[in-house]
Every structure is written in C-alpha cells, then in structure tokens.
C-alpha cells in the first residue's frame, strides 16, 4: 500500500499541515505526544497494530513517570540539604538554587499529569470508542497531542534545568579538576542532543 493510500484513509483533521513550518512542528508534537511521526495509525482503532501501539504508550508513561520521580527526588535533595563540600560543588548559591526550584516544580508536573494521562489513556482505550478520534475537529486533535505530550515537556524542562543547576554549582568550584568535569559533561550533553535531532532526521529517511 503506497503513503498516498494511506494518507487518503487518514481524515482530514488528522492530517499534517500543508505549511512546511507548521507541519515539522506536527510532525515533533506527534513523536512526542504518540511516538509516531504522523497520525496514520488513526485510520483504524481495532486493528492488532493499534492494540500494539497502545501498550507501547502505556509502557512508555508509565517510565517517564519513573523518571520524572527519580528527577524529582534529586531535585528535592538538592533544595533540602548543604553541599557536604561546598567549594568543590556549591548548589546553594542563588542562581543554581532557582534553576533547582523550576526543575523541581517541572518534574512535580510532569509527575502529577503523568499520572493522570496514564490512567485516563488506560480507561479510555479499554472502555470507549476510540473510533470517534477521527471524528475529532482539528482543534481537538491538537489538544489531545498536547494533553499526551505534556507529561514529556514538562520532564524535559525538569532534566534540563537540573543539569544546569548541577552544571553552575560545579562550573563555579574552585578545583580546576571539578571545572574540567563539568565542561566534559556540558559538551557531552550537547553533542547528544545534536546526535538525537540528526537521528531523528535521517532515520527513517527514503
């Protein structure tokens, strides 16, 4: 079956956008949201692959939801306690201490709407029809993706700001051997972000 087929069998609301901004955006917003790169496997709800699909989101809420807890705690620690050592790695400056603060109140979020979306997802595709998302108008469509994806967004923030609270604290030791770490794992971070977004774009590719 060729993508034009299969593109066909997708309704309209579901579809991606025809502007190239507006359709890379889709397009990350549905990874995030239904680990797909588009809504195709919208066209049919009761088929083994949709069934596959949902376990495979159910599986993937229910580790972000880990993680974020893990996030959360380290977040904690470093708002409740005293660097044991303070000039090799001083959290408790200011500037460090309110990156902590918006990485604990992310991973809280990101804890709290996880679990809603896990149970709600659950409930929904076990007891309801979920035939009628093709029936959903745009606006719906992109709320739902939202709704889905918020649990992510909100981790991804906890993790970055994290990181970079970890990152001052250590960059603004006095042990050179600290500051050398630091800047390694700083470059490390990038370097995979980087390598994911390219991954991203070439996998995949014809």
Request: hydrophobic share 50%; proline share 3%.
């Amino acid at each position: 079956m060729t993508s034009e087929s299969v593109n066909s069998q997708v309704p309209e609301n579901c579809r991606a956008p025809n502007n190239p901004i507006l359709r890379l955006a889709f397009k990350i917003l549905c990874i995030v949201a239904v680990c797909r790169e588009s809504l195709d496997h919208w066209k049919d709800t009761k088929n083994k692959e949709w069934k596959d699909h949902v376990s495979i989101m159910v599986n993937r809420f229910q580790n972000s939801n880990i993680t974020a807890g893990l996030v959360l705690a380290t977040a904690t620690l470093f708002l409740s306690s005293v660097p044991p050592i303070e000039h090799l790695m001083a959290y408790n400056s200011s500037i460090s201490y309110i990156f902590a603060m918006v990485s604990f109140g992310a991973a809280l979020l990101s804890v709290i709407s996880g679990s809603a979306v896990l149970v709600i997802y659950e409930t929904s595709t076990a007891h309801k029809d979920m035939e009628t998302l093709k029936c959903m108008p745009r606006h719906q469509v992109i709320a739902l993706l939202l709704w889905l994806a918020y649990p992510s967004f909100c981790l991804s923030v906890a993790t970055c700001f994290l990181f970079v609270s970890i990152f001052i604290a250590c960059f603004w030791s006095d042990n050179s051997v600290v500051n050398i770490i630091t800047t390694l794992s700083c470059v490390a971070f990038l370097a995979h972000g980087v390598l994911s977004f390219y991954v991203v774009s070439v996998v995949g590719r014809q």
